[in-house]
């Protein structure tokens, strides 16, 4: 499989844990987004690299919320001493050029709270 | 910020019939406008996307068009499948901002 790939699928923690999941982009693009949907709801931009940069981080992003993509490859996101709101579908996407271009996304991990 | 509003948030057709949903966006520098289609617990897919300069964009069934001064953009289905029943997500961005703004989604249900 080509596509984006995320890991795991299905994740299910206590309040208070930390949770990383990981996202492996198409190979050639440079550029990785992660989002946020809840139900019945679009996706909410997380946060955005361009490479191996983070250059745009959303006002969601509280300091619990933390994003690598180191060496510019796959990318992990953590989520510290999670809360019940944090309870939802983190989709990662990727795109390739300097021009909008279609992002591609992954299967999401859905997160669950308990 | 931009904000995408979208409507309706659900739409019944029989099969055959024309679907329109319609999307309006705030930021008048937005250039990029993807729809996208989700089905039950699947990723989002790209089922097409215009840019500022062009008005309308047809691909087979589906067409999007786009009126800038307005800022708002429309997602026609012609000839319906109940293949086609999904949520539809519009989307905006723009220049230097990469990142997509999504609408809240519309529950399309094709009726066989």
């Known amino acids: 499989d080509t596509g984006v790939s995320q890991n795991p699928r299905h994740k299910i923690t206590k309040r208070g844990q930390n949770v990383t999941f990981r996202c492996d982009p198409i190979s050639e693009h440079n550029r990785l987004y992660w989002y946020r949907q809840t139900l019945g709801q679009g996706p909410e931009f997380l946060t955005y690299f361009q490479n191996e940069a983070q250059l745009e981080k959303s006002r969601l992003l509280s300091d619990r919320f933390s994003a690598e993509r180191p060496k510019g490859s796959f990318s992990t996101l953590e989520i510290q001493r999670t809360e019940q709101g944090d309870s939802a579908m983190y989709l990662c996407?990727?795109?390739?050029?300097?021009?909008?271009?279609?992002?591609?996304f992954g299967q999401g991990t859905r997160l669950t709270v308990v | 910020g931009e904000n995408v509003e979208q409507h309706p948030s659900t739409l019944s057709v029989q099969e055959g019939d024309s679907a329109v949903i319609k999307c309006t966006y705030s930021d008048s520098a937005s250039n990029y406008f993807p729809w996208y289609k989700q089905e039950l617990g699947k990723r989002p897919q790209l089922i097409i996307d215009?840019?500022?300069?062009?008005g309308e964009k047809k691909d087979q069934r589906i067409a999007v068009t786009l009126n800038k001064t307005a800022k708002h953009f429309s997602l026609h289905i012609t000839e319906t499948q109940p293949e086609d029943s999904a949520v539809y997500f519009c989307a905006a961005s723009k220049a230097g901002r990469r990142a997509l703004t999504f609408g809240s989604g519309t529950r399309l249900q094709v009726q066989p």
């Open positions: 215009i840019r500022s300069n062009v």
């Open positions: 996407a990727s795109s390739f050029g300097d021009v909008n271009t279609e992002a591609f």
